[in-house]
Structure formats: structure tokens, C-alpha cells
């Protein structure tokens, strides 16, 4: 093999050369990046178990015209008994029966507290947000959102025990297979991203992509004046805030199935779509310095694939060498990745995982361009 790659460089042109060392320096990359971002999340001391803790906290829930998922999933965390929280409900100017729903369960259980917006506004969401978090009793915050239907009896017992000496606890959110393509499509998206964040987290350059399933002191959100200018952002909400104060030596993440919630929601084409474009906003929200990083990930992957095809086309004697080195990247991706879902216990998404993760990229890089003319010209026209 050795003799191989001499005779390769010996006999190979400049611009084999420069190929070969261009594929050498993105592999160095890719690898680095597997390993100490992705692979890193397989280590953390955070995955163990804790013991349980009564730290009381508030869940936040925003709603609007949401009768059947109160009905079907609110009384399930209302009905638990293993530890101190309450949850703040705040009705976003409902045309149904939601309200009245939220009145009857509020005489059934004290832990449950409700409010509601009383006229149509824009931005209505984040308005709601910040009436419950003033209404918060509690130091703790956690945004739940309303179509929750699975989690562990210990969801919230383990979150509490994990938020000792920290600020904000980031746990895993998704939604339920329903075998559709878009809902396929969301959920593997919504899983690689999280996983990218947390990745993120762990090397000092942190940042959540959703706000939900996500334990923060909300003294945090007051310290920063609310939304104020960021409340014209129509596709985030906490999360603009808490990218803002997120820092890594206060942040500690739970990535496993104790703590996980999944959410029982029909989604199409216009959910994903928007899942990507909500994506986009936060990163653009960022830090210069995380955008910075995030642009070298994901320059470095884009360039990865056409610099394996030019290297097996032009450099015909390293066939053997670069498989070997491509199959070695793959089953440790595949490996790291399996570990992950199987902590999660999240199922039916990992050999399509690696696929798409492997071309979607190219997609977003041309959908993310169109999105941000067209936002612009939107931008100038408003201003017009």
C-alpha cells in the first residue's frame, strides 16, 4: 500500500497532487468533526443516571384552537405524581372549545394554570410566551408543546435531577413515526439537528435549534429584556433568546430516552419545509464566531463527495486506499449514530439517517439561497 502511494506521487501531475492533498485535508476534517462534535455526545457524564430531584419547575404551553390535543395529552402530565411542577397555559386567542377545556381541567388540578391572549395580534406566540413566563411561579422553565404524547414515567424526575449547577438543561424532542415520507423526512432532520447542536454545545459554541423539551432559569429571559427587537422573527421563538445567553460551562445535556418527549403531529410538505427555514433563521440569529464554525462544517461537507468521485476518477491507482478510508468514516458515522437513536430509543430512521445526510445537504445549500432572496425582496417591498 505504501509502495502504492509513492508510486502514485511519483508519477501523478500537479493537479493530482493538489487533488490528493485537498482530499487529505477535507478527510482530516470530516473525521475531526465526527468524532470530536458528533462522537463527543456519546461521552458525556450527563447520560448516566442521577439521583432524582424535587427542584421544582414550570412547563410552558402555548395554544390556538387546540380542543382535541388538550383533551388527549394534557390530563397525562397533569396526573403526574413523582414531581413538583405546574403548568402554565396560555390560550392564543382560540376560535374552539379550548378554553373551556383548560377551565375544566384547571378544576381538577391546581398544578394547572391558565391564561389567554384577548385579541388577534401578530406574533402572538412569542406575546403568549412571555405572559407565561410571568406567570411562572417557578425558577425553573421548560416549553412543552401541546401534541406531547410519549414520554417516560420519569421524564420530568430526570430532567430535575440533572439541573443542579447548571442554567440550561437540553433534552431530546421529536415527533412519532407515522410511516409518511414528509414525517419521515421531518423526523430524521429534526434528530440531525439536534444532534449537530449538541455537538456544538460540547466544543464551546453553543446553540439549540428548539426551544422545547428545553430547562432554562427564566431569570435568563428577563435579564435580556424579553424578545424585544427579535419578536418581528416569525420562525423562532425562545430560542433566539437563549442562543443569546446559552454558554457551554452552564449548559449540560441529557440525550437519552428518560428525558426525551415525542409529539403526536400530522406533518406535510409546508411543516418540513418550514422545520428548514426555521433552521436557517437561528443559525443566521447567531454569534459571528458560531456561524463561522458552522460554515466550515458545512462547506467542508459539501465539498467532501465531489472530492472522493475526482480522487477515484483521476487518481486511479488509490482505489483501494480511498475506499478503505471512505468505509472506515462510514461504519464509524453508522456506529456513532446507531448508539445515539438506541439511547434515545428512537426507531426506523438510521440507515435513511446516514443517506440523507449525505444529500440533503446539497439541497439545502440552493434551497437556504432561494429562501433568503426571496426574504429579502419580501424585506425591500415592506420597506417599499
Excluded at 153 to 164: A, E, M, Q, R, Y
Excluded at 349 to 365: D, N
Amino acid at each position: 500500500m505504501i509502495e502504492t502511494v509513492k508510486n502514485t506521487l511519483l508519477n501523478t501531475t500537479i493537479f493530482g497532487l493538489f487533488l490528493l492533498v485537498g482530499f487529505v485535508a477535507l478527510f482530516i476534517l470530516r473525521l475531526i468533526y465526527l468524532f470530536v462534535f458528533t462522537g463527543k455526545i456519546l461521552l458525556r457524564r450527563n447520560n448516566k443516571t442521577v439521583e432524582k430531584s424535587n427542584i421544582p419547575i414550570s412547563l410552558l404551553m402555548t395554544v390556538r384552537n387546540e380542543e382535541s390535543k388538550l383533551k388527549d395529552n394534557l390530563p397525562k402530565i397533569l396526573e403526574m405524581e413523582n414531581s413538583e411542577f405546574e403548568i402554565v397555559v396560555i390560550d392564543d386567542f382560540s376560535h374552539d372549545s379550548s378554553l373551556t377545556v383548560l377551565g375544566l381541567l384547571r378544576e381538577k388540578n391546581k398544578k394547572l394554570i391558565v391564561s389567554s391572549l384577548s385579541q388577534e395580534t401578530r406574533f402572538s406566540n412569542k406575546l403568549a410566551l412571555n405572559i407565561a413566563l410571568k406567570a411562572a411561579k417557578n425558577e425553573w422553565a421548560m416549553v412543552v408543546p401541546v401534541s406531547v404524547s410519549d414520554f417516560e414515567t420519569d421524564w420530568l424526575p430526570t430532567i430535575t435531577g440533572h439541573l443542579d449547577k447548571t442554567q440550561i438543561l437540553i433534552n431530546y424532542s421529536n415527533i412519532k413515526n407515522t410511516g409518511t415520507v414528509f414525517n419521515h423526512l421531518f423526523r430524521i432532520e429534526s434528530f440531525l439537528q439536534q444532534v449537530k447542536s449538541n455537538g456544538f454545545v460540547l466544543n464551546g459554541f453553543p446553540f439549540v435549534y428548539s426551544d422545547e423539551n428545553v430547562a432554562f432559569k427564566k431569570e435568563k429571559y428577563f435579564e435580556m429584556g424579553g424578545f424585544g427587537q427579535k419578536i418581528n422573527e416569525p420562525f423562532a421563538n425562545l430560542e433566539l433568546l437563549i442562543n443569546t445567553f446559552i454558554k457551554k460551562k452552564s449548559t449540560k445535556i441529557c440525550f437519552k430516552k428518560e428525558s426525551a418527549i415525542h409529539k403526536k403531529e400530522l406533518v406535510n410538505k409546508t411543516d418540513y419545509f418550514e422545520l428548514l427555514k426555521k433552521s436557517f433563521r437561528i443559525e443566521k440569529h447567531l454569534f459571528f464566531s458560531k456561524r463561522i464554525v458552522l460554515f466550515i462544517e458545512e462547506f467542508t461537507h459539501l465539498l467532501f463527495l465531489p472530492a472522493i468521485i475526482l480522487v477515484i476518477v483521476f487518481l486511479t491507482e488509490l482505489w483501494f486506499i480511498i475506499g478503505v478510508l471512505i468505509s472506515l468514516i462510514i461504519i464509524a458515522h453508522l456506529l456513532i449514530i446507531k448508539i445515539i437513536l438506541n439511547r434515545l430509543c428512537e426507531r426506523k430512521i438510521f440507515i435513511s439517517s446516514l443517506v440523507y445526510g449525505l444529500v440533503i445537504p446539497y439541497f439545502k445549500f440552493f434551497y437556504r439561497w432561494h429562501f433568503n432572496q426571496k426574504s429579502r425582496k419580501q424585506k425591500w417591498r415592506s420597506k417599499v
